[in-house]
Structure formats: C-alpha cells, structure tokens
C-alpha cells in the first residue's frame, strides 16, 4: 500500500523561499503522475501541481505559476515542491498526492499525504 510522508513545511516571511519533499514507500512512482493540493483555511482543497511520469510534463494553477517548481526523483521515490516569491496567500496545507494513472488528472488521486503546515507571515 502507498504511503506518502510529507515534510518541510514552516514559518516563512513573505518573498522567502521553502522546500517540501514528499516520501513515498510501498509502492513505486515510476510510472504515475504525482502532484502537490494545498487547503488554505475557510477555502476548499484544491491542486496546484503536477507532474506526469510519462515525460515529466509539469502543470501549475495560475496561482503559483512562475513562483513554484514540481520535481520527482524516481530513483528515491520522492517528490519535491520548490516554493519561491512566497505570499500570505500561500499560507495552506500542502498535501503531496499520486494519481492514479501516468498522465495528471486531479479528479484521479490514488493517494494522499498527511500534509504540512505552510505559514506566510513576517
């Protein structure tokens, strides 16, 4: 069974940067897509990237697009968000997610992380 842990959340200021990583074990992520959701309080879950395992195709919702970076590390079976120009806004739960199938599909998702606490604030 798939087990995702998620870690790196924390305390940033705003225009800071943060990493999550995401560890996957009891099944390989070599042939699924795998994502990054995030819930901000009082605001429905929703998902913000994604990376396919057939070419490595990235997606990003508009509102982290051009500030965020998904990567994947088959080898480790490890999924990673690279956070930058972080913004209050950004303040969420950061869940990381594999989807059922090789192509990205946030309606599709197999399994879930815990999730970690992200806060935006000076």
């Known amino acids: 069974q798939l087990q995702l842990v998620e870690s790196g959340g924390g305390l940033v200021q705003p225009g800071g940067s943060l990493g999550l990583s995401c560890a996957a074990s009891?099944?390989?992520?070599?042939?699924?897509?795998v994502g990054w959701f995030r819930q901000a309080p009082g605001k429905e879950r929703e998902g913000i990237s994604c990376i396919s395992s057939s070419d490595g195709s990235t997606y990003y919702a508009d509102s982290v697009k051009g500030r965020f970076t998904i990567s994947r590390d088959n080898g480790k079976n490890m999924i990673y968000l690279h956070m930058n120009s972080l913004k209050p806004e950004d303040t969420a739960v950061y869940y990381c997610?594999?989807?059922?199938?090789?192509?990205?599909?946030?309606?599709?998702?197999?399994?879930w992380g815990q999730g970690t606490q992200v806060i935006v604030s000076s």
């Open positions: 009891g099944f390989s992520l070599d042939y699924i897509a």
């Open positions: 997610v594999a989807m059922a199938y090789y192509y990205c599909s946030y309606d599709d998702v197999w399994s």
